[in-house]
């Protein structure tokens, strides 16, 4: 185990052990732990009562405790191409990365429920009251132009309990495009597919599904478009390291 645990980079290590302890925490703690930590750590919309700027930092060390497999998908992908990265690129330059990635994916996230926070809520409060979209909207319009006090609570309650978003996927997300950044010919197995992908077309792969995943709203309980964010920002900036020839060095 000890020999293990000495193969892995120390900022991947340090990273998976942090989001495992704060994971651990609200399983054993739900109600005096696992809830304060997921409402004040957890990322907000920026016009929430309960968004922190630190947010946009501490949200990537927090996964569901409901869900085990979410966080067993980003610890295993940050140990399996994360270790290998932090091994090309030097420690610094690795966590330089995945902070941008993750710091980059709640940013896009939030530029997501600036355009579409009105409309999820005047669709959920339509179907709670049976009315249809429309009706709904012109209900809420005349509110607001009333200056409805009981609406304004209504609409941060939403802001404040369903706009949340946790997790390191974004940051993970971005770490596998920096994988077939590095090594885009690097054959790759997923999980009961018996033939090799390589890294680069595995990746374009995931981005095209997750594109259409947040198009379509599957599942909206996942923020797509934040994974994208994730490699977007991480594009940008191995653009950038190409550019001054420094992508598969450990030197700024």
């Known amino acids: 185990m000890n020999n293990f645990l000495k193969e892995i980079p120390p900022v991947t290590k340090n990273l998976i052990i942090v989001n495992l302890i704060i994971w651990l925490a609200m399983v054993l703690f739900p109600n005096q732990i696992g809830y304060f930590i997921t409402n004040r750590l957890g990322l907000h919309y920026i016009s929430a009562s309960l968004f922190n700027p630190a947010q946009l930092i501490t949200y ?21 191409f994360g270790r290998i990265l932090e091994q090309v690129w030097g420690s610094q330059r690795f966590f330089v990365f995945y902070m941008i990635c993750g710091i980059g994916a709640a940013l896009v996230q939030e530029g997501v429920w600036a355009l579409t926070w009105e409309h999820e809520y005047i669709s959920d409060m339509a179907r709670l009251n049976g009315l249809t979209y429309e009706h709904m909207k012109q209900a809420v319009d005349a509110a607001v132009a009333s200056g409805d006090i009981s609406l304004t609570q209504n609409i941060e309650a939403f802001k404040n309990m369903t706009m949340i978003v946790v997790g390191a996927s974004g940051a993970i997300f971005g770490l596998l495009l920096g994988f077939a950044f590095v090594f885009p010919n690097m054959p790759l197995y997923l999980f009961f597919i018996p033939i090799p992908i390589k890294a680069k077309y595995m990746v374009i792969g995931y981005g095209v599904i997750e594109f259409f995943l947040g198009v379509g709203g599957a599942q909206s309980t996942v923020a797509h478009f934040a994974h994208l964010g994730g490699m977007l920002f991480g594009l940008i900036l191995l653009l950038y390291w190409k550019k001054k020839g420094t992508l598969g060095g450990n030197y700024f």
């Open 60 to 80: 990537m060390f927090v996964h569901d405790s409901h869900n085990f497999f979410h966080i067993l998908f980003n610890m295993f992908t940050l140990w399996m």
